[in-house]
């Protein structure tokens, strides 16, 4: 399992020479290779792996998270609600109005990318960020360009990822709804979501 620290950047990792203070400096601070990274654990105790194991995992979220969807009862399920709520309470929160920063809720796809293996998954949580600034503009009317640049990037990364991973059939009628919920919105926004709906999901459907 201590592999697992290989889905994430491994150049944000140091690993400590024994009886010295000095990172891997050697690697010309360039990014640790596997081999490096083979080479570190191959020399170390098993309980020195683990204690490193639990080093990582009290200083990275992304680890604690990984071991969270594999441990838990609810395996990667909790995690993925985990990361929708960051996403929801900066367009809806419990309390209050949203601080609606973008590139935190944009980050919590991100971040649940590097942890997941479910490309339903993915693409539940990508489309779930463009329902949610859908939902936003519809209760508060014109936001501005960035924000609806925003949500039609992600927009169209989901359905790039949909097509590919070949889910059209499970995700069609939820794409097609966010296009149909965005009627008589400003900035262009419901021609290009249609537009781009269009060009990957109904020229898809043909084949």
């Known amino acids: 399992?201590?592999?697992?620290?290989?889905?994430?950047?491994?150049?944000?990792?140091?690993f400590f020479r024994k009886g010295t203070n000095k990172t891997r400096k050697e690697n010309k601070m360039g990014?640790?290779?596997?081999?490096?990274?083979k080479k570190h654990l191959n020399s170390k105790s098993r309980e020195e792996l683990t204690n490193e194991i639990i080093g990582l995992y009290k200083k990275f979220s992304d680890i604690r998270d990984y071991y969270a969807s594999t441990l838990s009862k609810n395996?990667?399920?909790?995690?993925?609600?985990?990361?929708?709520?960051?996403?929801?309470?900066?367009?809806?929160?419990?309390?209050?109005?949203?601080k609606l920063s973008l590139a935190v809720a944009r980050k919590a796809v991100n971040d649940f990318g590097k942890i997941s293996n479910s490309n339903s998954d993915m693409a539940d949580i990508m489309?779930?960020?463009?329902?949610?600034?859908?939902?936003?503009?519809?209760?508060?009317?014109?936001?501005?360009?960035?924000?609806?640049?925003?949500?039609?990037?992600?927009?169209?990364?989901?359905?790039?990822?949909?097509?590919?991973?070949?889910?059209?059939?499970?995700?069609?009628?939820?794409?097609?709804?966010?296009?149909?919920e965005t009627s008589g919105?400003?900035?262009?926004?419901?021609?290009?979501l249609g537009d781009l709906f269009g060009g990957y999901l109904d020229k898809d459907a043909e084949k």
């Open 127 to 180: 489309l779930f960020y463009v329902e949610n600034g859908v939902e936003f503009t519809n209760a508060y009317g014109d936001i501005n360009e960035q924000f609806y640049s925003s949500i039609e990037t992600m927009y169209e990364a989901a359905l790039k990822h949909i097509c590919k991973s070949e889910l059209v059939e499970d995700f069609y009628t939820r794409c097609e709804q966010i296009v149909s």
């Open 185 to 192: 919105i400003g900035w262009g926004f419901h021609d290009t």
């Open 31 to 37: 990014k640790l290779t596997v081999t490096d990274l």
């Open 75 to 98: 395996g990667m399920r909790d995690v993925l609600e985990k990361y929708k709520k960051i996403i929801k309470d900066e367009f809806f929160p419990a309390r209050g109005f949203g």
């Open 1 to 14: 399992m201590i592999f697992i620290i290989l889905k994430f950047k491994l150049s944000d990792i140091c």
